[in-house]
């Protein structure tokens, strides 16, 4: 080997590492990235979008030939891993706060009750009340069934992960929606989606548990 080859070869695994330090830093900002909404409807948040941009750098690195067959599937399954709705244990045992929505009017449609926040994640309590029938409305379908996809954030940043919930059936539909991790103590407002409405909650305004239980 001559040494413009060995030159060659060390430029190449240089390149090749830099690459892999771009794509991981894409992975983690997917990972670390708030699920805000970017249009009304919900379908696609922050999130969604910083999933795009890194799988249009991996195209491109490997385009380029930096990446190696063990580098695809390690991204792929790294990529699988973030991109997928982890269920984790959410116990939802220690509570130590509640914060209680503004008041609104009974009028059909959703109603943001509270905020459970426990020590490992957080409870949203909620009210769906729907139209009478021969209301203006009731010809929508959507009017009689609550979302199906909610959404929170916070002003630290914090990227929450949906853990499901359901509800109590009947004209006042009264259901819960569960996310982890719990809510740092530093966030102020937690904001939610839930298709095109959205709501604020004003932690400052929590009222503490008293024993850490409820």
């Keep these: 080997m001559t040494e413009d080859d060995r030159r060659r070869r060390q430029e ?22 708030p699920r805000r909404p970017l249009d009304p409807d919900l379908v696609r948040t922050e999130a969604d979008q910083a999933l795009a941009s890194v799988s249009a750098a991996f195209e491109a690195v490997d385009r380029l030939g930096l990446l190696t067959e063990g580098d695809r599937e390690r991204f792929f399954r790294r990529l699988s891993d973030i991109s997928t709705t982890s269920y984790v244990p959410f116990r939802g045992i ?3 706060r509640v914060c209680v929505a503004p008041r609104s009017t009974e009028a059909p449609g959703l109603h943001l009750l509270a905020a459970e926040l426990y020590g490992d994640g957080v409870i949203l309590r909620w009210l769906f009340v729907a139209p009478a029938h021969g209301a203006r409305d009731a010809a929508d379908p959507h009017a009689y069934r609550p979302p199906e996809t909610f959404s929170l954030w916070d002003d630290a940043g914090t990227a929450y992960t949906p853990q499901g919930g ?12 569960a996310f982890v991790p719990n809510v740092p103590r530093a966030v102020t407002k937690l ?3 839930a298709g095109r409405l959205r709501y604020g909650l004003d932690l400052r ?10």
């Excluded at 305004?205 to 409820?214: A, H, K, L, N, Y």
Aim: net charge neutral; proline share 0%.
């Design 166 to 177: 359901g509800w109590i059936a009947g004209h006042h539909l009264r259901g819960d929606t």
């Design 12 to 33: 190449l695994v240089q390149l090749r590492r830099r690459a892999q330090r771009v794509l991981d830093e894409n992975l983690l900002r997917v990972e670390t990235t």
């Design 205 to 214: 305004t929590c009222f503490e548990s008293r024993d850490g239980r409820g």
């Design 94 to 96: 220690e509570l130590e």
């Design 191 to 193: 904001s939610v989606a």
